[in-house]
């Protein structure tokens, strides 16, 4: 499963799930929409393709694709190759168009958002490591940085790096 950023608007212009999924069809073969919005389809060596917008505005999605001898046999068929490439080609398009960035700008939100969760979890260290070795704080401060870190640990298992990496700063502050 993958977790995509998507440019503010997008999801609103596509039309939230109901859009995501007719778009979908534009793509892919066999779609099919649960009651949630939830699509799911194929196409080419892709055996499976699901996506759907999560509530914080992000592009979930999850591909199973052919592999190993099933791959080889697929792509020694006639047509088999150019199919494949069509099949990364379509893959491609769908993110573009229900993420509004393309490939380059993907991988940059990606790697942001690397960095923001990194953030956060060095800050949770350094306050721990700081209040273990200062005989300064409070134990009003260790209560609050504890909830704070609770809280940065909420965010981060919940994906959301922006959060955390705010709240993570108001953890730095708290013993600047």
């Known amino acids: 499963m993958e977790t995509f950023e998507v440019k503010r608007g997008v999801v ?3 039309g939230g799930n109901a859009g995501l999924a007719k778009l979908a069809t534009e793509f892919f073969e066999n779609v099919e929409v649960d ?3 939830n699509f799911s389809a194929s196409f080419g060596i892709m055996t499976r393709v699901t996506g759907v917008y999560t509530e914080d505005g992000k592009l979930q999605v999850d591909v199973d ?4 001898k099933d791959l080889a ?5 006639d047509g088999g190759r150019e199919k494949a490439m069509d099949s990364r080609q379509r893959w491609s398009s769908f993110l573009d ?3 509004g960035y393309n490939g380059k700008q993907r991988g940059d ?3 942001e958002a690397g960095k923001k969760i990194s953030k956060s979890k060095s800050a949770i260290n350094m306050a721990r490591k700081f209040m273990d070795m200062s005989s300064n704080v409070t134990a009003e401060q260790k209560q ?3 909830d704070l870190i609770a809280q940065i640990e909420e965010k981060l298992e919940e994906g959301n790096g922006t959060r955390a990496l705010s709240l993570s700063e108001k953890l730095n502050k708290l013993f600047g």
């Not at 694709?65 to 190993?68: E, I, K, N, S, W």
């Not at 046999?73 to 068929?77: A, F, G, Q, T």
């Open 35 to 37: 009651a949630d919005g």
């Open 73 to 77: 046999d697929y792509l020694s068929k």
């Open 12 to 14: 609103k212009e596509i």
């Open 65 to 68: 694709q052919l592999a190993g």
């Open 144 to 146: 609050q940085a504890e």
């Open 109 to 111: 939100k990606a790697k």
């Open 97 to 99: 168009q229900t993420t």
